[in-house]
């Protein structure tokens, strides 16, 4: 706890004094090698596959692919190009970690929605499209430019996953951004884990979805809440009957009550569309409209994609923003 206190306090130092002093402050802090170093003391360290079979959802049929062309694609499919060389790599390492997670845990019997591999290509897996698919919906160039940079940060990181105690991290959990702080996993999803807990995400200037708005009248609010969630009994909306009663860590709703029933802010975010559970409610002046304003894109647990090109940006490495987002991580 300490010295994750100390860890803490010594990068809000490196984001206060600047880039120069970043990694011999991290270094001091017990993090891993800032310049990559060998791991010849890991033992731990897991061997990844020469290929890797995926099931592509649309064609219908399993796949065998190279495993770090496979890695590329999916950090092309997962992050722009325009985004930091260093946020890239950070995403390649969470995608290799991801996808060798399900190796491990598929070993023998695979998922029930594709029992021929342990990947699919959608985002029920990890988002994979194939060179010819990415390159075909990006603009003419794309390849020569965007494609090669990608491929070059996934190249820099070949091999590397990321750890917590030894151990494969099994949950390498991203989204777009967070509106300023990351969530416990257990308050978005059902499970706890020690490298999933909240943070804050500093440098999310270039993100996308601030304070988006969307309005509904009550009478609409309430079909899509009744369509989405059959068995919660609503009654007669007011705006005086609609309030945010808890948050979570991480600031975005935990509970609010609508009506006569109470929802998960999750819930709430799912059933409306919202970007983002990192939301405040107001009326019109009549009060039937409620307009959510949200903040943030996904579901704030893990990996910030905009915090990360803002941590690159602002001076950090790979390592650093994964050991940032993925608490108590260590890359090998
Ligand atoms: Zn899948």
Redesign the pocket.
């Known amino acids: 706890m300490a010295r994750k206190l100390i860890a803490v306090i010594l990068l809000l130092a490196v984001f206060v004094v600047g880039v120069p002093l970043a990694a011999g402050l991290l270094l001091g802090a017990g993090g891993d090698e800032a310049d990559g170093g060998d791991d010849e003391d890991f033992a731990g360290k897991l061997k990844t596959p020469q290929t890797i079979t995926v099931?592509l959802t649309d064609e219908e049929r399993a796949q065998e692919l190279d495993f770090e062309e496979y890695v590329a694609c999916v950090t092309a499919s997962e992050m722009p190009a325009d985004f930091d060389e260093e946020a890239l790599k950070a995403q390649s390492v969470a995608a290799r970690t991801y996808a060798m997670a399900k190796l491990s845990k598929y070993a023998d019997a695979k998922?029930a929605?594709?029992p021929e591999a342990a990947?699919?290509d959608?985002t029920?897996?990890q988002v994979y499209k194939g060179e010819a698919e990415l390159i075909a919906i990006h603009a003419e160039g794309w390849e020569e430019s965007g494609l090669a940079k990608i491929k070059k940060a996934c190249a820099a990181t070949a091999g590397e996953l990321l750890y917590y105690q030894g151990e494969l991290v099994s949950q390498p959990l991203f989204f777009s951004s967070s509106g300023g702080q990351t969530e416990n996993s257990e308050d978005v999803f059902s499970g706890a884990y020690p490298y999933l807990v909240s943070v804050s995400s500093p440098y999310e200037e270039q993100a996308t979805h601030k304070n988006e708005e969307k309005s509904f009248s009550l009478t609409e609010l309430a079909a899509l809440l009744a369509a989405a969630y059959p068995e919660k009994s609503i009654g007669a909306l007011s705006a005086e009957n609609i309030k945010i009663l808890d948050h979570t860590q991480g600031g975005r709703v935990s509970e609010i009550k609508i009506g006569s029933a109470v929802f998960a802010g999750t819930q709430v975010r799912s059933a409306l569309g919202l970007s983002s559970a990192l939301f405040t409610i107001s009326f019109s002046a009549d009060g039937t409209m409620i307009t959510f304003t949200s903040n943030g894109s996904g579901h704030g647990v893990g990996m910030s994609q905009y915090g990360a090109h803002g941590m690159a940006l602002a001076g950090s490495d790979y390592r650093q923003i994964l050991t940032h987002y993925y608490s108590g991580t260590e890359v090998h």
């Open positions: 099931w998922p929605s594709h990947l699919c959608t029920h897996c």
